[in-house]
């Protein structure tokens, strides 16, 4: 089974400060995503990264930045969180030579700004 | 401006019954659609999907139905459980990227 792993499950922190979020994966998928879910708004996607080293902007990539160095790892950085940075943040990856849209997700990043 | 809309936010139904979630699109050059659930504080798992190519596709309990001249599509789940309970996610691809809709949150009742 394919598994999406990010690495805290909750987290707060205060405006201004500098977030990580990391999401490994564990099946060699060449695509990982970052998504932000909104009551309301649905899923949005933040970055992309089709490969190593790669990386595209999403719909909402205002305020974030990414790094993928390695295969198997995305990470996400806010550089100066804000509050309208509280959501959940939710990392995929996917096997682009398996069918252009299946994707596998992580259990998500609920991350409050106070 | 949103290119792929579920307009119903909820559903609920009772348990043993049909539920239609509805989803339309308004890219004709979308060619691939999908169906995501979701439960509380996990991330989304896929469903089902068809392609434009066909006009219907069934995976046990759960059917996808498209109309492409209408630009919508459905997923009908028969019969309903009270584990069907979740947010459903309709999403259609689009240069490699998934476009999601704003979900439909479905109540099974017992």
């Known amino acids: 089974d394919v598994k999406v792993t990010q690495s805290s499950r909750y987290l707060v922190k205060r405006t201004g400060e500098k977030v990580f979020l990391e999401c490994v994966q564990d099946m060699d998928h060449e695509n990982m995503f970052w998504y932000r879910q909104d009551p309301g708004l649905g899923l949005r996607l933040i970055y992309f990264?089709?490969?190593?080293?790669?990386?595209e902007k999403g719909d909402i990539p205002e305020g974030y930045s990414v790094s993928r160095e390695k295969k198997e790892r995305f990470s996400l950085i806010l550089e100066s969180a804000s509050t309208n940075q509280t959501s959940m943040y939710l990392c995929?990856?996917?096997?682009?030579?398996?069918?252009?849209?299946?994707?596998?997700f992580g259990e998500g990043s609920r991350l409050t700004v106070l | 401006d949103q290119q792929v809309k579920q307009n119903s936010p909820s559903l609920s139904v009772q348990e043993g019954r049909i539920s239609i979630l509805n989803c339309d699109y308004t890219?004709?050059?979308?060619?691939?659609f999908l169906w995501y659930k979701k439960y509380p504080a996990e991330g989304p798992t896929f469903l089902i999907s068809i392609s434009s190519i066909k006009d219907k596709n069934e995976d046990g309990r759960f059917t996808v139905f498209l109309n492409k001249s209408a630009k919508h599509l459905s997923l009908h789940i028969v019969p309903s459980q009270p584990g069907d309970s979740a947010v459903y996610f309709c999403a259609a691809v689009s240069q490699g990227n998934l476009i999601f809709g704003k979900g439909t949150k479905l109540s099974v009742k017992p």
């Open positions: 890219n004709s050059m979308f060619d691939y």
């Open positions: 990264s089709y490969d190593v080293k790669m990386k």
């Open positions: 995929a990856s996917r096997d682009p030579r398996t069918g252009p849209g299946e994707l596998f």
